[in-house]
């Protein structure tokens, strides 16, 4: 799991991150996109967008943390679209990391793997939480009977789904001793939007109040720390910005996620799946 220590102070001098404002992205099922409406993107590709390096096709061999950091988009992708929930409290107040995922709308999302995992947290009895599903959803659990939950090959999915929306492309590069299947950057300005709109989030459009932040702007800059590649969103910021908005970075890892999530219209899943790497 990611953390908060995880920050990587690398500065690149170059183009600075202001520049015209682009709409705010709907939190509803319909938009997705940070650009263009035709082109939806999930939380889950925006993070391969982020992290893929452009001529390569293909995400760090050394990057351990990716991996979770794609499951916790596809708990956060489920929430904003009504799919699941966490348990009802009660009386007595519980931490995020102790309430269980719910089923609260069984109605496919269309993307082969959300409706995958949703199938899996409909399944389940009992419930599990968010951490746990993580951890089961990466098949990083000593539990055999439960290795059935793992989404295998997840990357060159969320890759492929990128190659049918015209983002991505495929090829073949040799590795010596292996041939591998990448997917170099095809449409810039797909990427370029991500990119953006994590930088406005934190530059730009910098709102010091979570609860009045886009969700899924919010989510991407967390989902992008946990998995490691929010770095690379950084990379043409002048030192000013980057400085700043490694501040900002770190005033959102210092909240506390089990106080943000009771404030009027948060979602608590994407504050559960937060505690689960940060807390």
Request: aromatic content about 6%; some cysteine.
């Amino acid at each position: 799991m990611a953390s908060r220590e995880g920050l990587v102070q690398r500065r690149i001098v170059g183009s600075d991150a202001q520049g015209t404002q682009e709409k705010p992205v709907s939190d509803t099922e319909e938009d997705y996109s940070p650009l263009d409406k035709d082109v939806r993107l999930t939380l889950l590709e925006e993070v391969i967008l982020v992290g893929i390096k452009d001529k390569e096709g293909y995400t760090s061999f050394w990057n351990d943390n990716i991996s979770s950091g794609l499951r916790g988009a596809m708990l956060i992708e489920l929430a904003l679209r009504g799919r699941i929930t966490l348990d009802n409290t009660g009386m007595r107040k519980r931490s995020l990391l102790s309430r269980r995922v719910i089923m609260k709308n069984d109605t496919p999302c269309g993307d082969i793997l959300l409706d995958e995992a949703l199938r899996h947290v409909k399944e389940t009895d009992p419930p599990e939480t968010c951490q746990s599903w993580i951890e089961l959803l990466s098949g990083e659990t000593w539990n055999p009977l439960k290795l059935r939950y793992q989404i295998r090959n997840v990357r060159e999915r969320i890759a492929k789904n990128l190659v049918e929306k015209g983002i991505l492309t495929t090829e073949k590069q040799n590795f010596v001793v292996f041939d591998m299947t990448t997917h170099p950057l095809l449409d810039q300005c797909q990427k370029q939007g991500v990119i953006k709109k994590i930088q406005d989030t934190l530059l730009s459009r910098w709102i010091n109040d979570p609860q009045r932040m886009d969700k899924r702007a919010l989510a991407l800059v967390y989902l992008a720390q946990a998995s490691e590649v929010l770095e690379h969103a950084f990379s043409s910021l002048s030192d000013e910005d980057y400085d700043l908005a490694m501040k900002r970075v770190r005033e959102l890892l210092d909240l506390d996620p089990d106080m943000e999530a009771v404030k009027d219209g948060a979602d608590e899943v994407l504050w559960a799946v937060v505690a689960s790497f940060f807390k």
